[in-house]
């Protein structure tokens, strides 16, 4: 095996690319040689923490991935869940953290793109996008820049593609200064008999190259970026993030859907990490084949390219697709008619080896399934945090009372993580195909799905993604049961009944055994509540190493839930839509100020235990909205999280295109600051024009239930049954300060 | 009675047109006024074509400038010669942007103001009721349409900006829920707050909101038919008057 222009392969090298003297050893094993230059870049990149998941697989297995809507589960480019009509909503989330801390506007454009194509490779028209994203402090000037970069680089991606930024979520906290969160969603829906799969079945069938030319850029991303920490040195990898091209994308789109009309596609992949080495390695692998590649054929920007680099360049917006032989031509009509880049690089083999020509050499000859499969698999020592007793070490009697409760709303209102987010998803496009129906800034976005002649079927999908890093932080287990409930309440405020989840385990270094307890932690509390939700785990992605200079962020596994609503125009919104209206709390308030917003803000305390999550409650709350929702006994419904009811009743005042005041009167048998502002889970506030009905149909679901004000007037007014009230403020004050709370910052008010 | 079939709308697609099937959805789905994509690679325009709408999006990525490159794709040539016979010919976004590079319109977009890309419900005072663009609306009518764009400033030197006040060319104004048009209900930095402006002739209009996007009552609200309607009862209305 030579490769010309190569360095010499041995540890040394092996290592330089962040394998193991183990994996080396492995490697040589299983080759029975020292590997090529190339085929070290191969192994390398395959068996990287980013591609083999190999920290992690273990504890991903625990997840429940199966349900009567599951068509496709975790394993595919993104899980597919029927939703009636011969459709299915096919949705993923994932990070692209290290490349937005390095190079913010491309390193968050590419996340979008990147996502974009695990959904449409599968046959699906991406119709939704969600961000979850994380900053450090909004007052650092850094972290000013990266939000102003990461929003640009989200919206000028997802809006010169055409599709809609329908939702997320934006946080700020110290924890995330050295290491920013970049989590994108997407959804599509496809036709249940269109579901294509990474296929590379029928020997001596074509290997299509489609899309844009490679070139050296992102090379190494997946293995050295996304799979080590940050240090002073981290601007050095610079070059190993990729450029997008929203333009070229969205002529992918456009041909790939076209192609799939026709039959003359078998299988289909991105190349997305280590481009197209893992995309056609995946594709052989699952199809149990092997591949013949010609690097000669393959389009490339760059004059000079080796081996090495063309297998492992992350050059974006390009595909890899097995079509019938015979048809190559057609198939090449179509790119060609989007002007984009077509060529024949291969075949499929029936040997179950990758043999890779350049020049007329063979560099690359390894069997498929040892790269593909047999990536290493590690059991990573796990111990719980040393400090962890001193993290969760709280007494609320030690706590003095708030004694300003208009103050304390003005300040969480007025704080970037609970104040408006309009900054942000105004300058994404959230209305492109026409199909929104709840637009940012409510408890979960809802579209409308449209079937295949093009025309609304009257089914809605409503999408929500959440996490509570402070709770995850505190205890990860209960924080990411949290996670899943919340993500799955908010979708269920909208009437929709929630189906499945797919989610972004965003950690530290997993090679400390304290992170690595949290991650095990976090996977037990997300697959306790996916099971007691029926919303199993359908798609997601890990990314490790988030950590800078040995200080990792908190744990952040974000969770995006999916709802199915089956006559959309029947919703409820999170907005007091009008005056005189009943306005009913469900669920239970106790006293549970442990790591709320709160206790952070005005006593500056990151402590205590996060609420309980009562995930049998919780179920039957769901079922309860949906089926007040369907008979339409609700007309808003608003999710009490973080800031607790003082927020959520402010929310409900003026989140809505008019400001409509309310005067709640609670019952009060715990401390006031603890009623008004802690976040005890499980709990919506509901707005009703027959608050009898609904507490009947809340009593019938188990549901707790009580009749706690009414909507009117131009001021918010909460207080105890009898006495003075806590707080009583006009609307309009409340909504000007939330409203300013980014672009103050950001000196753009 | 609807228009027969055979008067198309012909709603062109440029390689990254993105609100093309939005534009069609809504007189073909909404208003019942056939409508079909037109791939911009046509020498003509189909048989039967009544109205050319060019749609929002970034047309060629807005690679160079907004606009600039979709001018050249062959159906381009069609469009002109439609206009030049007075076809009634509607830009909105991109498709503005398209129609200013062209010179079919004056002027041109800028980078907005605050050099953000915004997208939002905006208010729009409609400055002249007629045919073909908005005889379904009233002069001094505030319309409430969204607009998505990063370059939407409309730009005219002084001379060109008091011409098209002169002829009555400008055909909408960003303003106030109240219909005053006002610094502060500008979003983008438009000249003189101008969301809309037609040729002398008067039979193209080019506008960066989205009457497409305020087409369903439960979506975006129905704002946007006096615009793309009075297109159709002007379609309707020439042929059945012949």
Known sequence: ?????????????????????????????????????????????????????????KYLRKFPTRGECVLHGPGENAGVVDIGDGLAAVFKIESHNHPSFIAPKQGAATGVGGILRDVFTMGARPVANLDSLRFGPLDESLHQYLLAEVVEGIGSYGNAVGVATVGGETQFHSCYAGNILVNAFNLGIVETDKIFLARASGVGNPVMYVGSKTG??????????????????????????????????????????????????????DMGAAGLTCSSF?????????????????????????????????????????????????????????????????????????????QGETVVDIPVDPVAKSSPELDRPIAAPADLGERQKFDLASVAPEDDFEGALHELLDSPNLGSKEWIYRQYDQLVQGDTVIRPGGDAALIRVRGRDGEPTGKGLA???????????????????????????????????????????????????????????????????????????????VSFYNETSGRAIFPTPTIAVVGLLEDWERHAVSHFPQPGLSIVLLGES???????????????????????????????????????????????????????????????????????????????????????????TGRVVAATSDAKALIELAKQSGVPAECIGETGGDRLSVGPIEGEPWLDVEVALLHERWRGAIPRRLGES | ???????????????????????????DSV??????????????????????????????????????????????????????AGGPVLGVCNGFQVLCESGLLPGALLRNQNLHFGCEFVNLRVERAK????????????????????????????????????????????????????????????????????????????????????????????????????????????????
Request: charge should be negative; hydrophobic fraction near 45%.
């Open chain 1, 1 to 57: 095996m030579s490769d010309r222009k190569a360095p010499i392969v041995d540890l040394a090298l092996a290592r330089e690319h962040g394998l193991t003297d183990d994996e080396y050893e492995r490697i040589v094993e299983i080759l029975g040689r020292i590997p090529s230059f190339s085929e070290l870049g191969i192994f390398s990149v395959m068996w990287s923490e980013h591609c083999s998941y190999k920290s992690s697989k």
């Open chain 1, 216 to 269: 050296r850029d992102g090379i190494h991303g997946a293995s050295l970026l996304a799979s080590a920490e940050f240090d002073a040195e981290s601007e050095a990898k610079l070059p190993t993030v990729q450029v997008g091209d929203p333009f070229t994308e969205k002529c992918l789109i456009e041909a790939c859907l076209e192609l799939m009309e026709t039959n003359a596609v078998i299988g289909i992949q």
């Open chain 1, 282 to 358: 995946e594709m052989a692998s699952l199809s149990g084949t092997g591949i013949a590649l010609d690097l000669d054929a393959v389009p490339q920007r760059e004059t000079g390219m080796i081996p090495y680099e063309l297998l492992l360049s992350e050059s974006q917006e390009r595909m890899l697709l097995i079509a019938q032989a015979g048809r190559e031509e057609e198939v090449a009509e179509i790119f060609r008619r989007w002007d984009l880049d077509v060529a024949v690089v291969g075949r499929v083999t029936d040997d179950g080896r990758m043999r890779i020509q350049w």
């Open chain 1, 463 to 541: 999408m929500s993604v959440d996490c509570n890093p402070r709770w995850c932080w505190l205890d990860p287990r209960l924080g990411a049961m949290a996670a899943v409930a919340e993500a799955a309440r908010n979708v269920a405020c909208t009437g929709a009944r929630p189906l499945a989840l797919t989610n972004c385990l965003n950690f530290g270094n997993p090679e400390r055994p304290e992170i690595m307890w949290e991650f095990a932690e976090a996977i037990r509390g997300i697959s306790e509540a996916a099971a007691a939700l029926e919303t199993p785990v359908v798609s997601g992605n």
């Open chain 1, 590 to 680: 106790r006293e549970e100020i442990g790591g709320s917003e709160w206790l952070a803000q005005r006593r500056g305390l990151e402590v205590g235990l996060p609420p309980i999550v009562d995930l049998q409650h919780e179920k039957r709350l769901h079922g309860l909205l949906a089926a007040a929702v369907a008979r339409q006994l609700i007309r808003s419904a608003h999710d009490v999280s973080d800031g607790g009811l003082a927020v959520a009743f402010a929310e409900c005042a003026f989140a809505g295109p008019k400001l409509v005041g309310a005067t709640v009167r609670l019952p009060c048998t715990i401390r006031p600051d603890a009623l008004l502002f802690g976040e005890s």
């Open chain 2, 1 to 27: 009675m609807p228009p027969p079939r055979f008067w198309l709308f012909s709603v062109i697609q440029f390689p990254g047109s993105l609100d093309d099937r939005d534009m069609r959805f809504a007189f």
């Open chain 2, 31 to 84: 208003l019942k006024a056939s409508a079909r994509l037109v791939w911009h690679k046509e020498p003509e325009l189909p048989l039967g074509t009544r109205a050319v709408v060019l749609p929002g999006g970034f047309s060629y990525g807005d690679y160079l400038r907004c606009g600039a490159m979709a001018q050249y794709s062959p159906v381009m040539a069609a469009v002109r010669r439609f206009a030049a």
């Open chain 2, 131 to 242: 045919p073909p663009f908005s005889s379904r609306a009233v002069a001094g009518q505030v319309l409430r349409i969204p607009i998505k764009n990063g370059e939407g400033a409309y730009f005219a030197a002084p001379e060109e900006l008091s011409q098209l006040e002169a002829n009555g060319q400008i055909a909408l104004r960003y303003c106030d829920e109240s219909g005053a048009v006002k610094e502060a209900s500008n979003p983008n930095g438009s000249v003189a707050n101008i969301a809309g402006i037609t040729n002398q002739r008067g039979n193209v209009l080019g506008l960066m909101p989205h009457p497409e996007h305020a087409a369903e009552a439960a979506i975006g609200g129905t704002d946007g038919l006096f615009l793309l309607g009075s297109l159709v009862d002007a379609v309707f209305g020439a042929e059945s008057a012949r």
